[in-house]
């Protein structure tokens, strides 16, 4: 071949847009920007369409948010086609759904598969993006989108012989597609997160023996999952457009919010027979649908936390376990609240055994299990259910340079900074669908996504039409943004806990609040506004 004919046929190619990661809000994007009549090119890392839940195949991996909202609102004829079997779906059914969707609006041949992005690079001379992947293709790009997921970046932790174990090791984000069967197996959890709390029952009914290596005891609600009546489906699908749109205005995008009254206001008879008729329900609700003190008064929390350990007590027959079991020292809903089948009742299991690392810590993994400052637990495998490097990890790991060819990772060294957790200063034109300060991860997802595709999608729209080619925020505005998210995280008792919201689950990591605590309802509007408004503290050139 000749050096010009190469020359030609590396050449990059040259689109609209370039969206990364083939998740809910990537395949949205695809859809919208297809809509719009933007060329564009997609990669994602994974071999297929998913995102989280092409990743998160662990056993018991399932939503936490209900099956009905769980899900995309932009057409109704899907809403109405697509039925799920039960309250909070597994794992495969979501994926199956995000299958569906991606045939359904043929998203798929948008998308290069096993495919990660490499770098992207913004040219200030030609005012595009180069974004190039592993196998060596470059696109320039008027705009870059990620679509990346707030909790995709694994983190499975720095302890010492890992390397030595001679049995199989998996992270929860990272689940082999063809499945573990533990049967007959001494299998080793670490973590007690969501993903921990929800793998730890499944896991103790296949295998021998089951150690959980705990180092902060956690919350956990009942989810109280369960199939859904054909009555129950007929009425969803009859009332669907209200209960989405209820969501679209609430403060976690869920069909409920907070209670008028409080906590501290009830007579004792009251709060109990609430938390009672609440913790039957099953679900989110019983924190984020009840009194709205709960997350602001340390004594309002501090009942609401009673109320759990009690029902902790209640489960666990044995007293030094519960003891274990029995979250003390941060307060309730400042972790993310675990929602679980069974968590607290799997320990009365014969066959399962809990280590509290804060007492025997972890010294190192040893080729035939987990040695502890107490003694060597031998295991034929482990499960690491140990997070993510949350809503920063998976955009400051893409490589993306901006303006003077600065990483996105050393701006935000000291923590994130964004205007509205959209776009940040000096990388013109690149959206951050869920990015850091946006609402996101406190609130059901696809609600979040949904909203940002289409203000990002309206803000393409406007650039169009008034002749423009950029947008960025303005310092004033960034650093205003900055100051709200952490002052309304200040006003909560959210900054109290090590959470990872605060980064506190990564070594090194800058304590920061990374999410916008003020509702989701209230961001929705403010966007609205600053839209209305020219955009308010974005310099469009
Ligand atoms: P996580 O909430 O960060 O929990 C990680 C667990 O691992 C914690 O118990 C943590 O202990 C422990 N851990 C971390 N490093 C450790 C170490 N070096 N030694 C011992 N223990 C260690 O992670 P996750 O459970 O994967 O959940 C992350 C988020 O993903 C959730 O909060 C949720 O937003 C989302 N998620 C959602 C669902 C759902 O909706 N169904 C399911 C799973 C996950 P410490 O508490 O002491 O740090």
Redesign the pocket.
């Known amino acids: 071949m000749s050096a010009s004919r190469l020359a030609r046929d590396n050449a990059p190619r040259r689109v609209d847009a370039v969206v990364i990661g083939a998740g809910f809000a990537g395949l949205y994007a695809i859809y919208k920007l297809r809509e719009m009549g933007l060329s564009h090119a997609a990669f994602e890392q994974g071999g297929g369409v998913g995102g989280t839940w092409y990743w ?1 195949r662990y056993p018991g ?5 209900e099956s009905w909202v769980y899900a995309y609102s932009f057409s109704e004829a899907l809403e109405q086609e697509w039925t799920w079997s039960c309250r909070f779906p597994g794992q495969a059914e979501i994926l199956r759904y995000l299958e569906h969707v991606a045939d359904r609006f043929e998203l798929r041949p948008a998308f290069a598969f096993n495919t990660r992005v490499t770098a992207a690079t913004y040219d200030e001379a030609t005012g595009l993006w180069r974004v190039e992947t592993e196998h060596g293709e470059q696109v320039l790009a008027q705009f870059l989108i990620t679509a990346v997921g707030c ?1 995709s970046a694994a ?1 499975v ?1 720095q ?1 010492a012989g890992l390397e030595d174990f001679k049995g199989r090791w998996y992270h ?2 990272q689940w082999p597609h063809e499945g573990v069967d533990f049967t007959g197996l001494r299998v080793g959890v ?9 793998s730890i029952p499944v896991i103790a009914k296949q295998a021998a023996h089951l150690t959980v ?4 005891p ?1 919350f956990s609600v009942p989810a109280r999952n369960a199939p859904l009546s054909p009555a129950q489906i007929a009425d969803l699908k009859a009332n669907i457009k209200t209960i989405r749109e209820t969501c679209r205005w609430s403060t976690i995008g869920q069909p409920y919010d907070w209670k008028a009254d409080e906590a501290l206001k009830q007579s004792p008879a009251a709060l109990r027979a609430q938390f009672e008729a609440d913790w039957a329900k099953g679900g989110f609700e019983w924190m984020f649908g009840s009194f709205s003190d709960l997350l602001a008064d340390p004594a309002a929390n501090a009942l609401a936390a009673e109320f759990v350990r009690e029902k902790i007590r209640d489960v666990v027959q044995d007293p030094a376990t519960a003891s274990k079991l029995i979250p003390q020292g941060y307060p309730i809903g400042t ?2 609240l ?2 679980d089948a069974d968590y607290f009742e799997t320990f009365n299991r014969p066959n399962v055994a809990l280590v509290d ?1 804060r007492d025997t810590p ?1 010294e190192r993994v040893v080729d035939t299990g987990i040695r502890t400052s107490r003694q060597t637990f031998e295991l034929d495998a482990i499960v690491f ?4 490097d ?1 809503m920063t990890g998976p955009l400051n790991r893409i490589g993306i340079r901006g303006r003077g060819n600065e990483p996105l990772a050393a701006k935000w060294s000291a923590g994130p900074q964004t205007y509205l957790g959209v776009c940040t200063r000096g990388f013109p034109n690149l959206f951050m669908v869920t990015g850091p300060g946006s609402p996101s ?1 406190l609130g059901n997802m696809p609600t979040s996504i949904e909203q940002h595709v289409d203000w990002i999608c309206e803000l393409l729209t406007h650039l169009r039409a008034v002749g423009a080619t950029t947008v960025e925020p303005t310092a004033e505005a960034e650093a205003e943004w900055g100051a709200h998210v952490k002052a309304l995280a200040d006003d909560t008792l959210f900054p109290q806990a ?1 959470s ?1 919201y605060m980064g ?2 990564i070594p090194g990591k800058p304590r920061v609040f990374l999410p916008y605590i003020g509702g989701f309802g209230t961001y929705r509007k403010l966007c609205a506004e600053i839209a209305a408004n020219g955009y308010e503290g974005f310099r469009i050139t």
């Open positions: 998160n991996a399932s939503s936490d948010s909790l983190q932790p302890i929860t984000g670490v973590g007690t997160g969501s993903s921990g709390i929800q290596f705990q180092r902060t956690n972790k993310r675990p929602l690392l972890i259910a140990t997070g993510f949350a991860v090590d990872w506190a689950n």
